[in-house]
């Protein structure tokens, strides 16, 4: 997998309604989810304000743990776990803000953390329709 998921990957809902003004390139990631590979957090923050939309951020951390000796599918079953979170919040982006490779008595395992966002016209928070 050429994209790797780290610390700082910001993924957005294929479809999301986002400002005419912003355009985001990325490729798929999972279904339905695409990595956005053009701009970080705070890239993605100003444009979103800029075009007069507002970029919400949901407090209470996702942490998922998967197990595996690899890496890459661990994380990548942890990040659907993330998705499936974010989208049970009815949000269309999510940030993540830590991946960390550890183990447990011989037993790898990695962690994924992240924060749900969303991307919408108005400042009153309304779900998304998907």
Avoid at 69 to 75: H, N, Q, S, T
Wanted: aromatic share 8%; glycine share 6%; hydrophobic share 40%.
């Amino acid at each position: 997998m050429t994209d790797a998921i780290k610390t700082g990957t910001i993924l957005i809902e294929s479809g999301a309604l986002v400002p005419k003004s912003l355009l985001l390139e990325g490729k798929s990631y999972s279904s339905g989810w695409r990595s956005v590979s053009n701009l970080d957090l705070n890239g993605l923050d100003a444009a979103i304000h800029k075009a007069g939309w507002t970029f919400f951020f949901m407090a209470g951390e996702i942490k998922i743990t998967a197990f595996g000796f690899d890496k890459e599918r661990a994380v990548r079953r942890a990040v659907k776990r993330v998705i499936t979170n974010v989208e049970s919040h009815k949000c269309n982006c999510v940030e993540i803000t830590d991946v960390s490779a550890k183990s447990f008595l011989g037993m790898p395992y990695v962690n994924v953390r992240a924060h749900s966002r969303h991307i919408q016209e108005s400042s009153a928070f309304a779900a998304s329709q998907h």
